[in-house]
């Protein structure tokens, strides 16, 4: 049950050191149900080279915590490949990566990188952790736990060396990075817009010469927007109960695609289930009403229309249709659990649906999800 989940809102800034040259800093980030985790890479040098190795440092570390390495042997692995790079003299990449779980316990582990500001409320603070040698270099591993509005601001050292040996003897410096910090949160600067005024900052101090790429990553915690959308009828009768049980058990919005999957559920709540006759629409079908459910829409159809809407200007919009209210929804949502069941829709097969270009639910559900992932946003599939 998603009750109280914790969405981690990650916001980035980066200047490059020369204008219209790919960044050497990679910010990569990962999310699934059990955590959200974000990798900073700072490739050695600028430019094209060191990004590439960010990239390939940053992939790896995604790889190896992709099947099913620990956060600590994924980083120390990826570290021995770097430390071997370095020993032949070819480019490698300085990493930090913090991985956040759902109650907020964090870790953080730095390779070569300056250490991340804690911030909560109108304070920020150097983070300090313990330094391990992994038998080839030492790495340093911080943990904390992070409530809802406090935040984790990590950079690459094109900020804490600006202005070295000009404005400061040995740069800004983690010191003046949290100075700064203290003094945007005291004049009531949002977490949001912290990232751009580092940047600029960083890059105010660097002067007419910007002496390395600028990168400055933030995660900040929050009560998250959760939406649970409902689409097919499971594909075995039996089942109705158990998965209905557990999508109204989760907390959130509830939608419902779908007339079959409605009369399922209308018989689940012992609720009516009426369709909205003030609505008409020669293209859009119209939403049904179901005590319980935020909002109830047919399937295919409406459906394919969300698909096809994505990418419109919202000006264009009818707000009162069902498909606007939907991609709404889930669009506005940070966690996004699907129930999706497996019965076959007879309808589907049709003609008339290829005819129209219409996508059975089994091919555009995945569309959507890819969508929605594009967008940063965390799915949870349950099939039935």
């Known amino acids: 049950m998603a009750m109280g ?13 020369k204008p219209g040259h790919p960044s050497g800093d990679v910010v990569k980030i ?12 700072d490739g050695l040098g ?28 994924a980083f120390t692995n990826t570290v021995v490949t770097m430390e071997d790079a370095k020993r032949a003299d070819l480019p490698y990449s300085a990493i930090t990566i913090i991985r956040v779980l759902n109650d907020g316990l964090t870790t953080i582990l730095s390779y070569e990188t300056p250490l991340p500001v804690f911030l909560s409320g109108k304070t920020a603070y150097p983070l300090k952790g313990r ?20 935040g984790i601001l990590a950079v690459t050292d094109g900020v804490t060396q600006a202005g070295i040996g000009k404005s400061f003897t040995h740069g800004w410096e983690v010191g003046g990075l949290t100075a700064h910090l203290n003094h945007l949160l005291k004049k009531g600067e ?13 890059v105010t101090h660097w002067g007419e010469k910007q002496g390395d790429d600028v990168t400055v990553a933030l995660g900040f915690a929050r009560k998250g927007r959760i939406v649970n959308v409902f689409t097919g009828p499971p594909a075995d009768p039996s089942q109705d109960d158990e998965a209905f049980e557990s999508f109204f058990a989760n907390s959130g919005v509830k939608i419902i695609c779908g007339a079959s999957t409605a009369k399922i559920a209308a018989r689940f709540l012992n609720k009516p289930l009426s369709v909205n006759e003030d609505f008409s629409d020669t293209i859009t079908p119209p939403d049904y009403e179901i005590e319980g459910v935020d909002l109830v829409t047919e399937g295919a159809v409406t459906l394919n229309q969300v698909y096809n809407i994505w990418d419109e200007d919202s000006r264009k919009l009818d707000a009162d249709n069902p498909v606007t209210v939907l991609y709404s929804l889930v669009t506005a949502a940070d966690r996004i659990n699907f129930f999706i069941g497996s019965a076959k829709n007879p309808a589907s097969d049709d003609i008339s649906f290829a005819q129209m270009g219409i996508l059975g639910r089994e091919k555009i559900i995945p569309l959507i999800i ?10 949870v599939e349950k099939r039935y």
């Open 46 to 73: 600028s430019g094209v080279r060191a990004n590439i190795f960010a990239e390939m440092a940053a992939s790896r570390l995604n790889e190896l915590l992709g099947t099913g390495f620990s956060l600590r042997k």
């Open 131 to 150: 330094i391990y040698n992994n038998g080839t270099a030492f790495i340093t591993e911080i943990n904390c736990v992070l409530n809802r509005g406090e």
């Open 5 to 17: 989940y914790l969405h981690i809102e990650i916001e980035v800034s980066q200047k490059s050191k």
């Open 30 to 41: 990962l999310r699934t149900e059990q955590h959200t985790t974000l990798i900073l890479c």
């Open 370 to 379: 890819a969508r929605l992932k594009e967008e940063g946003k965390l799915v």
């Open 190 to 202: 949002s977490f949001k817009h912290l990232p751009d005024l580092v940047r600029d900052e960083a």
